[in-house]
């Protein structure tokens, strides 16, 4: 739910560029202490950026927010095939229960939707709500990648997923209710630039798990990216945003490009076949800017060149960096922590799929995360 970005088609590219800079989008969190301590960020200078962070056109996006969240009876509609075509995964609620969300403040605005924070009056809770319209979702023929990410979310439940609080739909828009975090990954990524090795261990951790999970589920993310990742108030991340996430059986193939340049794989940004294995180059990209402050290839215009860029990447790893997450990063590991890890190794010579009769969270994992858990 983090960063709201234009999607395409099902079976269109969706190629998003990295983005440059950013500004964090959430109050100070003091449960974060301990972590800023480990990069060396006090209180007082995150507090400074805290106070440069919003754009002069912020108070003007939020005139008359509250109009989206409360529209009008759906019985008044002309027609009822707006209606349906949103059914079950976007219910229709009765109006008394929007009429309890008071909007709070505007989390990010992209070109396929906006993201809210509001105040559940009635549970005295605070959500972050993603309003949809209903208009760009038929225009751009993705009816069935939005009722699918709703209904992945709803079959997940991990400490380190974003939750789905609700959906439903209105009149003319479509509403994903989520549990409210107030900054992501990127953010603070831009802010401290590279992370302490406990740091970058705890977050290898904990992705390593979530990514675990869902590959067992069938569910394979193809948007793994720091912006994608929040923080709650204790530190701990949550993987959000399966606007790009479908079911991959086990020894399927998907061949959408689509994902984030500078995360994707190269079977992804050639147009497949690939398969769950996708997910953990993009861990081991994200993973690599975490630990050294930058990314492994600089972002291209297109896939076709950001594959060429892959293909001839003469980046290496920093002797600085610790030996067991240099070895994480540059030799072949048993899957699912596979040489797609790091990019002198084609993704091609990864294993396709483990046996079926293995789940991926019983497979080893690599001695960098020795002691996590895992």
């Known amino acids: 739910m983090g960063t709201v970005s234009c999607r395409q088609g099902q079976h269109a590219q969706v190629a ?28 007082s200078g995150l507090e400074e950026l805290w106070r440069l962070r919003e754009p002069p056109c912020l108070h003007q996006e939020l005139r008359e927010p509250a109009a989206l969240l409360v529209e009008k009876p759906l019985s008044e509609w002309p027609v009822p ?53 209903k208009v760009k979702v038929l225009q751009r023929d ?36 989520c549990s409210y975090c107030s900054t992501d ?25 979530v990514l675990c999970y869902l590959h067992d589920l069938g569910i394979i993310h ?8 929040l923080l709650d108030e204790r530190g701990h991340l949550k993987l959000t945003d399966f606007g ?34 996708a997910d953990w180059w993009s861990l081991g990209i994200l993973l690599f800017s975490l630990a050294t402050g930058k ?15 892959v293909t001839h990447c003469d980046s290496e790893i920093p002797a600085s960096l610790n030996q067991g997450l240099s070895l994480l990063l540059h030799e072949p590991l048993p899957y699912p922590i596979p040489s797609a890890f790091m990019l002198y190794f084609p993704s091609a010579l990864m294993p396709e799929s483990p046996p079926a009769s293995t789940s991926f969270a019983s497979l080893p994992g690599p001695p960098f995360l020795s002691g996590c858990g895992l």
């Open 16 to 43: 998003v560029p990295h983005k440059q800079g950013g500004n964090i989008q959430g109050p100070w969190v003091r449960g974060w202490k301990s972590l800023w301590s480990g990069v060396g960020t006090t209180r």
């Open 244 to 277: 790009l996430s479908r079911h991959l059986s086990q020894g399927a193939r998907a061949y959408t490009i689509c994902g984030t340049l500078q995360y994707m794989a190269p079977e992804v940004l050639s147009g497949g076949p690939y398969n769950h294995a």
């Open 81 to 133: 095939q707006f209606i349906t075509l949103f059914l079950p995964e976007f219910p229709i609620r009765p109006l008394r229960e929007h009429q309890q969300l008071k909007i709070l403040g505007l989390v990010a605005k992209g070109s396929f939707g906006t993201v809210f924070k509001v105040l559940d009056c009635g549970r005295k809770a605070v959500f972050a709500v993603k309003v949809v319209p």
């Open 222 to 229: 193809r948007d793994v990216k720091m912006e994608n990742i």
């Open 295 to 309: 990314f492994p290839v600089a972002a291209e215009r297109d896939h076709v060149a950001m594959l060429a860029s």
């Open 185 to 209: 990954l990127y953010s603070i990524w831009s802010a401290v630039g590279c992370f302490a090795e406990a740091s970058v261990r705890l977050f290898a951790a904990e992705l390593v798990m």
């Open 142 to 177: 993705i009816l069935r990648q939005c009722k699918e990410e709703v209904s992945i979310q709803r079959q997940i439940n991990h400490p380190f997923v974003h939750s789905l609080g609700d959906s439903w739909q209105g009149k003319r828009h479509l509403f994903i209710m």
